[in-house]
């Protein structure tokens, strides 16, 4: 759809109520009208069709297998036992392919036909969770570091990102009374939306908050990132970054991952005045002459970056004071058990691909029954625990938190009896493998990516073995196009999807989320792929250094020439030290 259209679509549609009443009412098709199915994303849904079926459905005079995917808005991936059981309920009642954790820490089901949209809706909202605002050009759900390590400085992170959530959501009633029944009144349609304006942003808008040493969220990768600057276990506030993002296209080079610039330091108290700031200045001179060019990233490289950060000071009425150090030591998440200083334990289980289905094949080719196990350990923490919570992570994995010790024995238990328990002896190479959806819903897929990652796992584990680095902690990232919703291009290893069965291969990203990767290979089937890495994995194997990783090995040899943008400007990777904080 072209830049005018999405911007005359949401200008026109009465604060994003168009005509989705009269759409979802039409029982002639499985599929809502055309400016409604850009509409209905802002309410956390997208129309879709099986890509499988999508062929022999044309060939048979049949319009395409419509049906819907729903996200949820859940700020910081928490659930708590309960709203699992009901979320779980509706993914079998209504949903295909059972429940699916995001890379920011959301739901998605997949499959829900247009009939059981409105239904779907109830349930989710039923559970006091909700879907606004978790698509759309507005500000998504907001990540933020899932591991309850540091509990304290834990809490208030996550009670900031719920509070930036909040600030952000829309004004309009649309939601509540499209899905939720509620009574039209005068002025509907007409709501104030200060933050937002009647075209609301130009582009979807990220945040996600960091709390060094991890880097779940791989906050440089997101339009605002805020990175926790926590002494003597006491948040002191934020270093401020923006600018990040993932998303580009084959062969245009006016598009490009970019990497977080950070900008100085906020204090707790002004995180909300910083957010509008961003956001506003974002949805002022954003570009909306042209999509592709939208995002945040590319307004602060037209605009520069100096420019960016006075008219974000000027709207907030203060001045950032410079950024405090801190040091990333991983992105990705960290499995198993850890105890927090309250003395309870949490469980990172590892979700493949962050698909929660029964009858997946675990690693060893055994299935698995992750729906029910999950079912089971939130049972059980209902009865049994006050305070326990199941927390998604931005890495599509599963933190079970706050659990009594004298639980852990049972948890492990069912952990074992329905396969969640993979972490224990999975490859490094395979905990930490990511990969988006892409086939057969999403309708932006060139290649396969969750239905191939175990594929290629495998076929990687052994070239790793055979060159005696099966232990080698390798972060693998697939997407099946550019758009990059797995992050690819913070992969050591990635492969971007260009048509089927043919991938861009990337190398050399770091494994603190600080370095972007740089094109190998184009457009290579898979056994060129694993040509392609044989002898660098060879080399890597001989001549690592103590504790190096695949990425730093690469760089350092010059084997891929990364080039990194920095304030707008490419600075070659010579001038860059894996140290170096954006
Ligand atoms: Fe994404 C579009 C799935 C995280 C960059 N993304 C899509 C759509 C909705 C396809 C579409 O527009 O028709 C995909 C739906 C597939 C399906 O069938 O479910 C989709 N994105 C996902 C999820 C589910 C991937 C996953 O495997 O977990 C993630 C949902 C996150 C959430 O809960 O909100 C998801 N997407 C991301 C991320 C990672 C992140 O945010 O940390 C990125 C890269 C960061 C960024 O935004 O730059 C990402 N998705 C995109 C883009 C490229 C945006 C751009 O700047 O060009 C698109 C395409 C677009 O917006 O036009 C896209
Ligand atoms: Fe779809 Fe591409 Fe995102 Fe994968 S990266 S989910 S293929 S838009």
């Not at 779980?88 to 295909?96: L, M, S, V, W, Y």
């Not at 990652?453 to 550019?482: M, N, Q, W, Y």
Request: overall charge neutral; aromatic content about 6%; hydrophobic content about 40%.
């Amino acid at each position: 759809m072209t830049t005018t259209s999405v911007e005359e679509i949401k200008q026109g549609s009465q604060r994003l109520r168009g005509s989705l009443l009269e759409s979802l009412a039409d029982p002639v098709t499985g599929a809502l009208r055309e400016d409604d199915q850009t509409l209905i994303k802002y309410h956390g849904s997208y129309q879709q069709d099986d890509r499988d079926v999508r062929e022999a459905r044309r060939l048979a005079k049949l319009e395409p297998a419509y049906s819907f995917m729903i996200r949820t808005r859940t700020p910081g991936g928490v659930v708590t036992p309960g709203q699992w059981l009901k979320l779980d309920a509706i993914a079998t009642a209504f949903a295909e392919r059972g429940l699916r954790i995001t890379t920011r820490q959301a739901f998605q089901f997949h499959g829900v036909i247009k009939t059981g949209l409105k239904a779907t809706m109830q349930a989710i909202n039923a559970a006091l969770i909700d879907t606004l605002a978790a698509c759309g050009d507005v500000n998504r759900n907001v990540a933020m570091a899932a591991n309850p390590l540091q509990s304290r400085a834990h809490a208030a992170v996550h009670a900031h990102a719920a509070a930036v959530s909040a600030h952000l959501l829309p004004n309009t009633r649309a939601y509540y009374e499209i899905w939720l029944d509620e009574e039209r009144i005068a002025g509907s349609g007409e709501e104030s939306e200060p933050i937002y304006g009647n075209a609301y942003l130009p582009r979807k808008f990220k945040i996600g908050f960091a709390i060094p040493p991890c880097n779940d969220v791989d906050v440089f990768a997101q339009d605002l990132g805020f990175i926790a600057i926590v002494e003597d276990g006491q948040l002191r506030g934020y270093n401020v970054s923006i600018g990040g993002g993932m998303g580009a296209t084959h062969g245009d080079a006016e598009t490009y991952p970019r990497l977080g610039d950070t900008i100085g330091f906020i204090a707790p108290e002004q995180l909300i005045a910083i957010a509008e700031a961003v956001v506003t200045a974002q949805r002022d001179y954003g570009n909306r002459a042209v999509r592709k060019r939208a995002r945040l990233k590319y307004t602060i490289d037209d605009r520069g970056l100096d420019w960016f950060k006075t008219e974000v000071e000027r709207r907030a009425g203060f001045s950032l004071l410079p950024p405090r150090p801190f040091a990333f030591r991983h992105n990705g998440d960290r499995f198993g058990w850890i105890e927090g200083e309250d003395g309870r334990a949490h469980l990172t289980l590892r979700i493949p691909a962050g698909r929660i289905v029964d009858g997946a094949l675990d690693g060893r080719g055994e299935e698995v029954r992750h729906l029910s196990g999950l079912r089971e350990i939130a049972r059980l923490l209902e009865t049994h625990t006050a305070g326990a919570e199941l927390r998604m992570t931005p890495n599509q994995n599963l933190v079970i938190a706050g659990i009594e010790t004298n639980l852990r024995a049972r948890i492990d238990a069912l952990a074992a009896e329905y396969g969640l328990d993979g972490y224990r002896n999975a490859s490094p190479l395979r905990r930490h493998a990511l990969a988006c959806v892409a086939l057969p819903t999403c309708g932006l897929a060139m290649a396969e990516a969750e239905r191939y990652l175990p594929d290629f796992v495998a076929k990687l584990e052994t070239l790793l073995a055979r060159h005696g680095i099966a232990d080698a902690p390798i972060h693998l990232r697939i997407s099946g196009c550019p758009n990059g919703c797995s992050r690819p291009y913070l992969g050591e290893i990635a492969l971007i999807g260009k048509a089927p069965g043919r991938y861009n291969l990337m190398l050399g990203a770091d494994h603190r989320g600080q370095r972007l990767n740089a094109l190998y290979r184009e457009n290579i089937d898979e056994a060129r792929i694993l040509d392609a890495l044989d002898p660098l994995l060879a080399d890597y194997a001989r001549q690592r250094g103590p504790d190096e990783r695949f990425g730093d090995f690469l760089v350092r040899r010059a084997i891929v020439a990364i080039a990194q943008r920095r304030a707008g400007k490419i600075i070659p990777i010579e001038h860059i030290s894996a140290e170096t904080e954006p």
